[in-house]
């Protein structure tokens, strides 16, 4: 079955870095649009960045654009996020996802038929 496994997460100071992974298993991952969404506590989950099949394109979400980047391994079935300059309220739950989509990297939770476990993310401030 499909697993999707996320790895790296942890606490870091505002302003640090982090590098989170996740691990695709049981899927043909190169046919798959990937992305990270994040749920803080009490809030809805968001879609933080995403890219396409060939790592060619991606879209992010404006509050982490210029300090987080996502990237891809195909050969590996891999994706990474690489999250710079981190602020307090980018403390949350992160989850990487896998969607269908042939044409756009969706934005909605809706699009994404796969989902890792998560892993947590906390900045202190």
């Known amino acids: 079955q499909v697993q999707l496994v996320e790895s790296g997460g942890g606490l870091v100071q505002a302003g640090g870095s982090l590098r989170l992974s996740c691990a695709a298993s049981?899927?043909?991952?190169?046919?798959?649009?990937m992305a990270w969404f994040r749920q803080a506590p009490g809030e809805e989950r968001e879609f933080v960045v995403g890219?396409?099949?060939?790592?060619?394109?991606?879209s992010e979400a404006e509050s982490v654009k210029g300090r987080f980047t996502i990237s891809r391994d195909n050969a590996k079935n891999m994706v990474y996020l690489q999250m710079n300059s981190l602020k307090a309220e980018d403390t949350a739950v992160y989850s990487c996802?896998?969607?269908?989509?042939?044409?756009?990297?969706?934005?909605?939770?809706?699009?994404?038929?796969?989902w890792g476990q998560g892993t947590q993310v906390t900045v202190s401030s």
């Open positions: 996802a896998a969607s269908f989509s042939r044409v756009t990297i969706p934005t909605w939770k809706a699009g994404y038929a796969y």
């Open positions: 049981g899927l043909t991952f190169s046919n798959y649009v």
């Open positions: 890219i396409n099949q060939s790592g060619g394109k991606a």
